[in-house]
């Protein structure tokens, strides 16, 4: 069964930092690059940030640059979102995505798998 799990959300206050980590089973994401998205109540899913499949290339949303990292490990077929300053307008459920072919990080439907997402709140 080829899936993909997310975890690591959770409550944290404004200003603080954590990590996200998605696994994937039942294939191999060495050929695959990765999105992190995230939709809150009522808006639409947003791409916050996308790895390539070596992990050379990255891509940051405006609204995450500076504050967020992306980085993957192939050895252990995981991909990582570290996420620090975090601010309350960063609630919401964060979802991660596998492409073969991403022609652009942001749009929902590059991506092939994805995770049934983690909630994250930040809330003082």
């Known amino acids: 069964q080829l899936q993909l799990v997310e975890s690591g959300g959770g409550l944290v206050q404004p200003g603080g930092s954590l990590r996200l980590s998605c696994v994937a089973s039942?294939?191999?994401?060495?050929?695959?690059?990765v999105g992190w998205f995230r939709q809150a109540p009522g808006k639409e899913r947003e791409g916050v940030s996308w790895?390539?499949?070596?992990?050379?290339?990255?891509y940051y949303a405006a609204s995450v640059k500076g504050r967020f990292t992306i980085s993957r490990d192939n050895a252990k077929n995981t991909v990582y979102l570290q996420m620090s300053s975090l601010k309350p307008e960063d609630t919401a459920v964060y979802y991660c995505?596998?492409?073969?072919?991403?022609?652009?990080?942001?749009?929902?439907?590059?991506?092939?798998?994805w995770g049934q997402g983690t909630q994250v709140t930040v809330s003082s």
């Open positions: 995505a596998a492409g073969r072919k991403v022609d652009n990080p942001a749009r929902p439907g590059a991506y092939d798998y």
């Open positions: 039942g294939f191999t994401l060495d050929y695959y690059a």
């Open positions: 790895i390539s499949s070596s992990g050379g290339s990255t």
